[in-house]
């Protein structure tokens, strides 16, 4: 997954052409992308890395990792004992983050990611795509699913892909998702067939306010065809409100707590 997502980067800068701007990411054990990143700039560019590790037992083993290379250890390169903050700390320039996150979407988590971007911007997440301990969870992630709901969040970007995948073989099942504001890499990243794009989700009526309207309807017994009428939906827009009504049930909410 590392190697798409430096593929990228690298599509990012070669359309955008940032000259002064910033790149976040949380490397865990591993500063490969980080170098590739450092290795790609130009003398006539100015980046800014930001790195995050809220471990402090991890951040210490690699802080000396830093230490010792020439690049991670220059000038505008940062390697913190902190939590990833919010994507709005970087509105000062054109950024590309990729928020490697690999836990649940929690209400903490998902609060981390805004349309306020700087322009020309590249946002990756990477969540869990199953989750264990629903109650900790929004229901409305729970219900849409977390590129669905990241989606209708982020509805000033344009979703470039999504991947599900595994990092082991008996792993936790993961998604991942890219997200940009720059128009021209979105139209260029659609025409290249090395870029696999999602399937064009309707977002128009998928709104958990509306949600909770069909859900309500069915509760009172109501048919298929006078809930279209009513709240004006196709059949395959109301089929998806009672797949995400199914897909909240079995996460485990009550009754009361969907009231």
């Excluded at 409305?140 to 970007?157: I, P």
């Excluded at 008996?170 to 999602?198: C, Q, Y």
């Excluded at 064009?200 to 309207?213: A, R």
Aim: contains cysteine; aromatic residues 10%.
């Amino acid at each position: 997954m590392r190697d798409g997502v430096f593929n990228l980067y690298k599509y990012w800068k070669n359309i955008t052409k940032p000259i002064y701007y910033n790149v976040v990411s949380l490397p865990g054990e591993s500063f490969e992308f980080e170098l590739k990143a450092l290795e790609l700039e130009k003398e006539s560019e100015h980046m800014t890395l930001h790195m995050y590790e809220k471990l402090e037992k991890v951040h210490s083993k690699q802080k000396s990792v830093v230490e010792k290379s020439d690049l991670l250890s220059q000038t505008g390169v940062f390697y913190k004992n902190e939590s990833l903050p919010p994507v709005s700390a970087f509105a000062n320039a054109p950024t590309f983050a990729w928020a490697d996150l690999c836990g649940n979407p929690t209400p903490k988590n998902v609060e981390l990611f805004s349309n306020l971007m700087a322009k020309k911007s590249v946002l990756v997440i990477t969540f869990a795509d199953r989750f264990r301990h629903p109650d900790g969870i929004d229901r409305d992630v729970l219900a849409f699913g977390a590129v669905s709901y990241m989606q209708h969040k982020l509805s000033g970007m344009t979703l470039l892909f999504s991947e599900e995948y595994k990092c082991k073989t008996k792993g936790m099942p993961m998604v991942m998702m890219a997200f940009t504001n720059s128009k021209s890499l979105a139209s260029t990243l659609d025409e290249k067939s090395t870029i696999r794009r999602p399937k064009k989700v309707n977002t128009k009526k998928l709104t958990p306010s509306l949600f909770k309207e069909v859900k309500a309807l069915l509760g009172k017994g109501l048919s298929n065809e006078l809930i279209m009428s009513k709240l004006k939906l196709h059949k395959m827009e109301l089929a998806g409100y009672k797949a995400a009504r199914t897909r909240e049930l079995r996460g485990g909410w009550s009754k009361t707590k969907k009231s």
